[in-house]
């Protein structure tokens, strides 16, 4: 996976923002029509929830740090802008299925408002920890390889 994934990257070369679009993109395309197949009382509307507050963040962050050791480039604050950018568009899709299957897109409950709201919260911590966390290690091992 290391090799094709140093092929991707060469290939698309600074167009990170597709490497944080893509997954949101074809996560939800995948997400969208199972979930208008059967969302009442089936485990579609928990993945949905799931994909959108754990899985795109923790992809993004790894996609991003396997981004950066590649190209050896310091891009925190863009790498962050794009995940938080992402993160946001994925959180959009996510409502937008709940909303277009249940035909309340534009009259949320209270529930799907609350629970939207907690799971944005969470995926931007997801996506800003492990961005400084991931920066941290990148900058502790230049000081390291620098002190050699």
């Not at 009382?41 to 950066?68: A, D, G, K």
């Not at 994925?90 to 408002?113: C, L």
Request: charged content about 10%; some cysteine; glycine content about 4%.
């Amino acid at each position: 996976m290391d090799a094709n994934f140093k092929k991707i990257v060469r290939a698309f070369g600074n167009c990170i923002i597709l490497l944080n679009l893509i997954p949101v993109l074809s996560i939800y395309t995948i997400i969208f029509p199972l979930y208008l197949l059967d969302s009442s009382y089936s485990i579609m509307p928990l993945t949905n929830i799931l994909s959108s507050t754990f899985l795109i963040p923790l992809l993004l962050s790894y996609l991003n740090y396997r981004y950066v050791l590649i190209r050896g480039e310091n891009l925190f604050i863009v790498n962050i802008l794009l995940m938080v950018i992402s993160v946001i568009a994925s959180q959009f899709f996510s409502y937008a299925i709940w909303g277009i299957s249940s035909g309340n897109f534009y009259n949320p409950d209270s529930e799907t408002v609350l629970i939207s709201k907690l799971s944005f919260k969470i995926s931007l911590i997801i996506v800003v920890g492990t961005g400084i966390l991931i920066q941290s290690i990148l900058i502790y091992r230049h000081i390291a390889r620098r002190s050699r």
